[in-house]
């Protein structure tokens, strides 16, 4: 059934609002990007031995590594619980310890006590996302140290002495938004991990909703939005279509689009651009993720 334009502005709002819970998580990122910029300084000052300047950066050190990892699980432990505080009833969980936590941060502690809100194990949620969180942070430390390691040969190449080196290193990190504060890569990173947790949460919190039809794909409808997502916006599936098994959002880094519930037994699923697809590594359902199902 098409999409009237007074509806097709409700279902817009409704994904702006969805996506700005996720800016409010995003905002929150500066301690993760403390850990990355720690996590490349340190290795960029211990990387040079009896004052000559070493050729490449040595690998990061993994329990530096290691506590970025925990902060993302964190933000995205916190992002699926928030999302699950808004739309999701409690159906008589079993209370369990917080446990396998470490080095807490301010959104360590807001998790933790949404998780005891809703009588949950933080552990069991952010071990549900370690795959996932892990693979980001590795990812992102590879492009920290190529973004280090060119700095470094086009210093040595100059004939550099250390101490500017490693000034130029640092300052290179600085150039591609790498900063002690929240920076553009980390927010990119945050918000789209954020989006990943968020997407499972809301899918799940439907689960039991027998009068739901489906899901319409909605994007937030300015001028930021990709040529690629625009093509889905207001395709309407039912709820068990395979389609939300590849294109649940987020379909791509930053990807901001959201799947709002279609409650009208008249609804009639819209066609698939045949030339659809999300960008590379955004092929599955988030949900999946807290179900186990990998």
Not at 157 to 182: C, Q
Not at 240 to 246: G, I, K, V
Request: some cysteine; glycine content about 6%.
């Amino acid at each position: 059934m098409p999409t009237t334009k007074s509806s097709r502005r409700t279902t817009q709002a409704i994904a702006k609002l969805q996506a700005r819970d996720i800016d409010r998580v995003t905002k929150r990122s500066s301690v993760l990007s403390s850990r990355l910029w720690r996590m490349a300084v340190v290795a960029a000052r211990s990387n040079f031995v009896h004052g000559a300047t070493a050729v490449r950066v040595r690998e990061f050190d993994p329990e530096l590594k290691q506590v970025a990892v925990d902060e993302l699980l964190d933000l995205m432990a916190y992002t699926y619980l928030m999302r699950k505080r808004l739309g999701q009833k409690r159906r008589g969980m079993t209370k369990t310890a917080i446990t396998g936590l470490r080095l807490e941060s301010q959104v360590h502690t807001d998790a933790k006590r949404l998780a005891d809100k809703f009588e949950m194990n933080l552990g069991t949620i952010r071990k549900r996302f370690e795959k996932i969180g892990t693979k980001a942070i590795d990812k992102s430390a590879d492009d920290i140290r190529d973004i280090m390691n060119r700095a470094l040969e086009k210093a040595t190449i100059g004939g550099r002495p250390t101490p500017d080196a490693t000034d130029d290193v640092i300052d290179a990190l600085r150039k591609n938004g790498i900063a002690p504060r929240t920076s553009r890569y980390v927010e990119t990173l945050v918000r789209t991990h954020s989006a990943v947790a968020y997407g499972a949460a809301h899918k799940l919190s439907f689960t039991d909703d027998v009068d739901l039809w489906g899901w319409e794909y909605v994007t937030v409808g300015d001028n930021r939005v990709r040529p690629e997502h625009e093509i889905l916006d207001g395709i309407m599936r039912k709820k068990d279509d395979d389609f939300w098994t590849t294109f649940w959002p987020p379909n791509g880094w930053n990807c901001r689009c959201q799947a709002i519930a279609v409650y009208d037994e008249e609804a009639r699923q819209t066609p698939v651009p045949e030339d659809a697809e999300p960008d590379e590594g955004f092929d599955f359902d988030p949900a999946d993720l807290i179900l186990g199902e990998e």
